[in-house]
Structure formats: structure tokens, C-alpha cells
């Protein structure tokens, strides 16, 4: 076996991590970036919301490290390293790309999605809040921020739906993904994360937007079922 997967899993996190220091600040495509602008959207979260990318780069940062130091030839730990590595070369330079271009932002966040998504089904059973609690955030907040960004474009562009409709399709498509994610991987941190994302579209919309609240709300609440059901369940040991 070779240290090889966990090097560039280290090298690739850093570069992901530190790449909000070196681009300009991204709050949403402006509005000369679409046909339709897109200001604050109903698909959108709330502005707090965001806040959980301090979280996603920290536990990263520190799985990266454990993996490193403690896993760097664990076989087990390499599945889910080579999806994430994809994940995280394409997340570099996404900002950079987001201010640019909003259709290839989305194209990237797909990319990145898949792959973390992968990277959370790969992972092992074992070293469980060093491995695949961290990727499952990560998974979680990708799922959402992707249909946050097709549902801006579909908007900007007029396909289809309008704002409200977009938001309906893309906070349904979650919801089903995030079920059907959660039902593979049984991590609970995947739908947490989710659920984080919707509630913040909840309170983004309780008074502009009430119909997309409630469509988030009935969202949250699936995911939240299938999320206890994904709960871990330990056995007592038998008595000897």
C-alpha cells in the first residue's frame, strides 16, 4: 500500500480550505451574471446558513490530518479518499469560477456533490467522527447548495418555472436525494446537514415566500424521520 491517496487527500483540503483567502467574497451570482437576476432567490438559505462552511473546513482539515498521521495506508479510508480528492480539486478554484460564470459554478457543484456523495458511501465503519461524519456534512451541504445554484440558473434563464417554482423543484428534489442517500449511507450528519440548509430556506421565506416555507417545512420533516431511522444503534454487550 502506498501513503499516496492520503497525500493528495491533505494537499487538496488545504488548497480547498485555504482558497477563500486568496478570491474575492461570493454572496450569490450578481445580477449581471443572468438574463432574469437572481437577488437573494427563494431557494436560497438564509445568510447564517452559510455559516456551517467554518465547521465543513475545520473537520476536514482534522480528518485530513488523522488520516495522514494515524490511516495514511488504510485501504478503507483510501475508497472514500479518491472521490473526495475529486471533490475537493474541483471545489478550489469554484469561487474563482462563480464569480465569472454562473453555469459553469453549477456545473462544478455537481461535480463536487457526486463526488462527496460517493466519498460518504465509501466510507468505513470504523474512525467514524474522523472519516465519515466530516464527509457527510460536507455530502449534506453540497446536495443542497447544488439545487440552490440549478435552481438560480433555471430562474435566471427562465426555463420553465419562475422563481417560487424553481424553489418548489429543486427544495422536492433534496428532500428525495437526501432520503435516498440517507437509506445507502445510515449517517445521520448527512441529513442533519440537510436539514440545516432547509430550515434556513424556511426562515428565509416565512414572509416573502410562506408557499416555499411550507414546502421546506414538509421537506425537513421527511428528511428528519429518515434521519432518526439512519441513527446509529448500539448493542449492549451480551453477559457472560
Not at 478554484?93 to 459553469?104: E, T
Not at 463526488?115 to 467514524?128: F, N, Q
Not at 433555471?154 to 419562475?162: D, E, L, Q, R, T
Request: aromatic share 12%; glycine share 8%; net charge positive.
Amino acid at each position: 500500500m502506498t501513503k499516496f491517496p492520503a497525500i493528495l487527500t491533505a494537499l487538496f483540503t488545504a488548497t480547498f480550505v485555504l482558497s477563500p483567502l486568496v478570491t474575492d467574497p461570493f454572496t450569490g451570482f450578481r445580477a449581471d451574471q443572468l438574463p432574469v437576476p437572481q437577488i437573494n432567490p427563494p431557494v436560497q438559505p438564509a445568510g447564517y446558513a452559510f455559516a456551517i462552511w467554518g465547521l465543513i473546513y475545520g473537520w476536514l482539515v482534522v480528518s485530513a490530518l488523522y488520516g495522514l498521521i494515524k490511516r495514511s495506508e488504510n485501504l478503507a479510508w483510501d475508497h472514500a479518499r479518491w472521490p473526495l480528492i475529486v471533490s475537493l480539486a474541483v471545489g478550489t478554484p469554484w469561487l474563482a469560477v462563480a464569480i465569472v460564470s454562473a453555469i459553469w459554478a453549477t456545473v462544478l457543484i455537481f461535480v463536487m456533490a457526486v463526488g462527496a456523495i460517493l466519498a460518504l458511501l465509501m466510507t468505513p465503519s470504523h474512525d467514524r467522527w474522523w472519516c465519515r461524519v466530516p464527509i457527510a456534512i460536507y455530502a449534506g451541504w453540497l446536495t443542497a447548495a447544488f439545487f440552490v445554484s440549478l435552481g438560480s440558473i433555471g430562474a435566471g434563464y427562465s426555463i420553465i418555472f419562475n422563481q417560487i417554482g424553481w424553489a418548489y423543484v429543486g427544495i422536492a428534489i433534496v428532500a428525495l436525494i437526501a432520503v435516498i442517500i440517507l437509506r445507502r449511507a445510515q449517517e445521520p450528519a448527512y441529513g442533519l446537514t440537510v436539514i440545516w440548509a432547509l430550515v434556513g430556506i424556511i426562515l428565509a421565506n416565512l414572509t416573502t415566500a410562506p408557499g416555499v416555507a411550507f414546502v421546506a417545512g414538509i421537506g425537513t420533516l421527511a428528511i428528519a424521520i429518515e434521519t432518526y431511522k439512519s441513527r446509529p444503534i448500539t448493542t449492549p454487550p451480551v453477559p457472560s
